[in-house]
C-alpha cells in the first residue's frame, strides 16, 4: 500500500500553506514513546515560524492511527497521519518528506522526546549559519539506573558533539535534524530502500550530501532524549549494532555517487586490522572480565562488519527495536 493512498489529513482546519517546518516522526508499535514524542512537539516554545507534524506509520496494521488521531484533535498544530505499509525506516522517512508543505524538514524518531526550545533553536540555527542541514544533540534516557549501565553502552547512545552551535561538521544523525528541503531533497527516494531494515540509511543521505557540497552545522542548544530500552542494552544487541555500523562505514563509500573505491578500500583494510587485534584482545578481556572488554570486542565487530559490507549481508536491525 502506498503512502499516499492512505493519507489522513488534519491540516484543513488550520491550512497549510504557510508552513515553514514540517517535523517527520516515523514510527513503528511504540505508542506510548510516540505520544510522548508528539507532546514533546506540541509543547515547543518561541518559534515564530508555523509548522505542521507528520507521523508516519511503518506498521501494516495501522497501530499508531489511534494515538496520532486523539492529540491532533486537541491541538491547533496540523498533524498529518500517513500509512506506509512497506517496511523499513527508509520507505517511511521517504513517505514523510513527499508529504511535507514546509521549506524545511526536522526529523525526530518516536522514541524520542524534544526539549521546549528544540525547533527554535534548530530553525535559528540553520538560518544564522546559511546551513543546509543542522544537527542536535541525543541524551539517552536508560530504562535502568544509570549505574547499571556499561561505559560502553553511555557512549554509543550520547550523540554530542560538544561544539558551539554553526560548528561545521562532517557527520550526523537524522533522528533530530532540520534540513532545507530544496537543496537537499531532489532524489524521489534520498533514504536508500536498501537499507531500510537494517539502518544505515541516514548515514548514506548525509555522505551524500556532504559529497554534493551541503553544509552541515551542529545545533548545542537543540536537545532530545532518547528512550533506551533493556533489550538495546545487552552484549548481543550492541555487537550486532557495532558490526552493522562498520557496514555502513564501509557500505557508504561505495553506494555514494561517484564511489569511492579508495576510501572503501582503506576502510576495509582498517577492518582488518581491527579484527586481527582486538578480536584475540577482547577474548581475553573477557576472560578476564575487564570492565573494558565490550569497547575492544565492539571493535572487533565494527571491524569484520567493514569486511561484509553488501547490504545482502547487513544486519536487521530496525524490526528488531523493543
Known sequence: MNATDSKIDDRSENGSKSVEISVVVPTYRRPDHLKRTLLSCIEQRNLERKFEIIVVDNDENASARTTVQTIAKATKIPIVYLEEARAGISWARNA????????????????????PEWLNSLWTTIQDAGADIAFGP??????IPDAAVSAYAKKVYTRDAQLASGTELEWGAIGNCIIRAERCFGNLLPFDPRLGISGGEDALFL?????????????????????????????SYLL???????QTTTFVHLATKPANLSRALRTMVIG?????????AGGFLLLAGHSRALDVVAKAAGGLGKLVCHPTFHVPLYRSRK
Open 272 to 280: 582488518c586490522g581491527q579484527v586481527a587485534i582486538c578480536a584475540p
Open 240 to 246: 550486532k549494532r557495532a558490526f552493522r555500523g562498520g
Open 207 to 235: 555522505h551524500q550530501a556532504r559529497a554534493d557540497g551541503r553544509k552541515l552545522v551542529w545545533c548545542a542548544e537543540a536537545v532530545v532524549w532518547e528512550t533506551i530500552p533493556m533489550a538495546k542494552l545487552s552484549y
Open 138 to 143: 541525543v541524551i539517552p534516557r536508560f530504562a
Open 96 to 115: 514523510g518528506v513527499a508529504a511535507a508543505s514546509g521549506r524545511f524538514i526536522a526529523f525526530l524518531d518516536d522514541d524520542e522526546f524534544a526539549t
